[in-house]
């Protein structure tokens, strides 16, 4: 039994102005206690077990597994959300610290839906939600989390039965146990590979799943660890490796050390980037497209997920591996429906989120490493890190590049009348506008949560990239 006290419910409504603000496209995200607090957690907590039906009376699976990162307003939010499933008859299983492809893994293993406290790069500030169904199947706005949404506004009907019950699980062996057994790094040969946890909860899978803390077997990998102690104020840098600023250490590490490789995990580890042995960032759009051609090995034919801002290279290299290439929106729930759909075995996202179909279409940052591991453990001696990933830099990108804008409908009007009529090229709206020429592409998009575009340009060289990455520019931030 726990602690906590099953309240009878949470009927009175929300305003709607406070739930617009932290409900996103795919989680729940604010800041803690000014947009997020454990009174909202608990209408949340209430409010999925009706929406995902999973209370046992109903005929589902009649618990939810809850795990956290390492942020300081976890303890009270997880609290308050526990006592809100147990309201509604439904039980909960705390796993504790975790990261989110550690509730990702306690979901699809178990079969149970779940709930990730972390705000993940963001600040210590924040804190937030990613909510699944059993199996770690996304709960996004069209899956779930609006209906959620509305529930809670209106007021969550209280429930007259027996409350749930509160159980307690250590499920870090056996998460660390199956990804050795995805991918084998036991014959590869020794790297010397430098890992930035950014203080977050790498600092705790990396030494069960690389390292023998849960009674592993000791594998060929020499690791520098940079900041592995669980810290949920960030004292070094933000946990969010996609701004460079954050990779800084990591590269300095991996030359200092003389390494063959660099990781850098964000807050809750289910995003990697790499660097390599010359302490250059990797393109995650490399990795997607190395993780494509093992995947392709293992499944010949196979279809491969990659999103709207990937390099060129991404499909290119599916084609020349036997591969089928799916093209869809950012967003992890979109990835996954869709891998579901054509039966994908891998998906891969430029922000480096990484997808795998014997991860119950999960996404998870430690799976990546390993594969990225063991491709250069596959390599013979004195083989480095550029050299392997050499035949995926095929082009140059601009990166992510942000522009605060009043009107986003306007800006984007303006560059689709410059580019819509050219002749060779040709635009498309899957997710924001795409525009392909020849030797360039570029994909503006507007932000889901702020008032921003965000362009993503890429070309066959670096002049021609900057000439058509300054042209949208010009045209987006004509004010």
């Known amino acids: 039994m726990s602690q906590f006290e099953a309240r009878p419910g949470v009927p009175d409504p929300v305003d709607a102005a406070r739930l617009d603000a932290i409900i996103k496209a795919y989680d729940v995200r604010g800041l803690v206690p000014e947009q997020f607090d454990a009174d909202i957690a608990r209408r949340i907590g209430a409010a999925m077990v009706d929406v995902l039906d999973i209370r046992q009376s109903r005929g589902g699976p009649g618990a939810v597994i809850i ?10 939010l997880v609290a308050a959300f526990a006592e809100g499933v147990c309201s509604q008859g439904c039980d909960v299983v705390l796993i504790g610290l975790a990261s989110t492809d550690g509730l990702y893994f306690a979901s699809g293993a178990r079969g149970l839906p779940g709930a990730m406290f972390t705000a993940s790069h963001n600040p210590a500030a924040y804190n937030g939600i990613k909510l699944c169904r059993a199996g770690a199947a996304p709960v996004g706005q069209d899956s779930g989390l609006a209906d959620i949404r509305r529930l809670v506004g209106q007021g969550v009907p209280v429930y007259d039965g027996p409350p749930g019950r509160v159980t307690r699980e250590d499920v870090l062996p056996d998460y ?9 790094l036991r014959t590869g040969r020794p790297l010397r590979v430098v890992i930035d946890a950014g203080n977050g909860m790498a600092g705790l899978t990396v030494p069960a799943v690389l390292g023998i803390e849960t009674g592993e077997d ?6 520098t660890p940079l900041y592995f102690e669980l810290d949920g104020t960030f004292p070094h840098h933000e946990a969010n490796p996609i701004d460079p600023e954050n990779l800084r250490d990591v590269q300095r590490a991996v030359i200092d050390h003389g390494a063959d490789i660099g990781l850098a995990f964000d807050g809750d580890a289910d995003r ?10 990797v393109s995650p759009s490399a990795i997607t497209a190395l993780i494509a051609q093992r995947e392709l090995l293992r499944h010949p034919g196979a279809t491969i997920i990659y999103n709207c801002i990937s390099s060129r290279t991404v499909p290119e290299v599916i084609a020349e591996s036997g591969g ?3 093209r869809t929106r950012v967003g992890h729930s979109f990835i996954k429906a869709r891998m579901a759909e054509t039966g994908a075995v891998f998906g891969g996202e430029h922000s480096g989120h990484f997808y795998f179909t014997d991860f119950w279409r999960a996404d998870s940052g430690m799976l990546a490493a390993m594969h990225v591991l063991a491709a250069l453990g596959e390599t013979p001696p004195g083989t480095c890190l550029s050299s392997m990933l050499a035949p995926f830099d095929r082009y140059v990108a601009s990166g992510e590049i942000n522009s605060a804008v009043a009107d986003v409908e306007a800006a984007c009007d303006r560059v689709r ?3 819509g009529h050219r002749p060779g090229v040709t635009l498309d709206d899957l997710d924001g506008m795409t525009v392909s020429a020849a030797d360039w592409w570029f994909n503006l998009r507007p932000s889901n949560t ?3 575009l965000r362009l993503n340009a ?15 520019l010009a045209l987006v931030r004509d004010s």
């Open 67 to 76: 795990g956290q990162d390492m942020r300081p307003s976890g303890d009270d």
């Open 176 to 184: 660390a146990s199956y990804l050795r057994g995805l991918v084998d």
């Open 218 to 223: 000791a594998l060929p990998l020499e690791i």
């Open 272 to 281: 990697c980037f790499v660097v390599d042995e010359s302490g250059r960032a």
């Open 324 to 326: 089928v290439g799916e």
């Open 417 to 419: 009348s410059a580019f």
């Open 450 to 452: 702020e008032p921003l």
């Open 458 to 472: 890429e070309a066959v060289d670096a002049g021609t990239m900057e000439s058509v990455r300054d042209e949208v």
